[in-house]
């Protein structure tokens, strides 16, 4: 059992270090919507023009307040960077570790934040981004507690229906289906629009099934458990799959491959609760005189 269940650390351990890892290249080499927020003038004109005395004109027109906000993102990268490499010593012992992971959660959900803005505070564009910005606390809490609690065991479960149906949301239509979602069925499967988005509803009823799913008792849970890994990693890798172009491939990779990889929490989330049951009821998955086949 201890070996298994250092392996069921090491996804949480995985997880983390790769959302730290891909916001912190993004970050880096390319951008987020910070600006968004700094520069929107019903927040931030009283401040600015209040506590800095900057005119507002002045401020949005700024090329130094520019490279300013540049450098914050980068500096913010840089810090990211420093997060994943931590994760990798991380032993479950060091409070400072925490401290620093904690704080880096709170980093990801103020990233949320900003997406969220940028989506006209459509909230599933938040909560779509749950189990990215609580791996760094599950990665904390597998080292703190029994991974059978009940209350840890349901922690990550509502994360992955919040991340899950918040993606079916908008993959159905009850936000603008994005047209990178449409963009990218197209580019793997090679059918028309109209193909595509019945396949995205199909998909989008899928993933309401998986956030209900996974709360069944008994091994029923196992199903839903085992697509949302499936999908879940189906969706990271669609990113660099779909825009992966080999007359560009090195901007290809370095665009795409960071979101794919902050983006594996999506599947190593469900993947650790499929383990745990593993552990606990391997009765779920083979029969019991050993036949490989499932139940």
């Known amino acids: 059992m201890p070996g298994i269940d250092r392996n069921i650390k090491l996804i949480f351990k995985i997880s983390a270090f790769s959302v730290f890892a891909g916001r912190a290249w993004q970050h880096i080499f390319w951008d987020v919507p910070l600006r968004t927020v700094l520069w929107e003038e019903k927040w931030m004109k009283p401040i600015v023009e209040g506590w800095f005395g900057m005119p507002w004109g002045d401020y949005v027109s700024s090329p130094v307040v520019d490279a300013n906000i540049q450098h914050t993102i980068q500096g913010m990268g840089v810090f990211y960077a420093l997060l994943a490499i931590a994760v990798l010593f991380y032993k479950g012992q060091s409070r400072i570790h925490e401290i620093l992971f904690y704080i880096g959660s709170g980093l990801l959900f103020l990233l949320g934040i900003c997406y969220l803005k940028v989506a006209f505070f459509s909230l599933g564009q938040l909560l ?3 189990l990215q910005f609580t791996a760094p606390i599950f990665l904390i809490w597998s080292f703190k507690s029994t991974f059978n609690s009940n209350y840890f065991l349901n922690a990550v479960k509502v994360a992955i229906a919040l991340t899950f149906t918040c993606h079916g949301l908008y993959a159905i239509g009850y936000y603008p289906v994005p047209g990178k979602f449409v963009q990218m069925v197209i580019s793997i499967l090679g059918v028309s629009d109209s193909t595509a988005f019945t396949f995205l509803k199909t998909a989008a009823i899928l993933d309401l099934i998986v956030a209900v799913g996974i709360f069944i008792p008994g091994k029923a849970q196992i199903y839903p458990l085992m697509y949302a890994v499936f999908w879940g990693f189906a969706t990271s890798i669609a990113r660099v799959w779909a825009n992966f ?13 960071p979101e794919t990889v902050f983006r594996f929490p999506h599947f190593l989330g469900p993947l650790a609760i499929v383990a745990w049951h593993y552990i606990q009821h391997p009765d779920w998955f083979f029969k019991r005189k050993g036949s490989i086949a499932m139940v």
Do not use: A, G, K
Not at 249 to 257: C, R, T
């Open 245 to 257: 172009y080999p007359e560009m491939w090195m901007e290809s990779i370095s665009h795409w491959l």
């Open 128 to 130: 779509e981004y749950t």
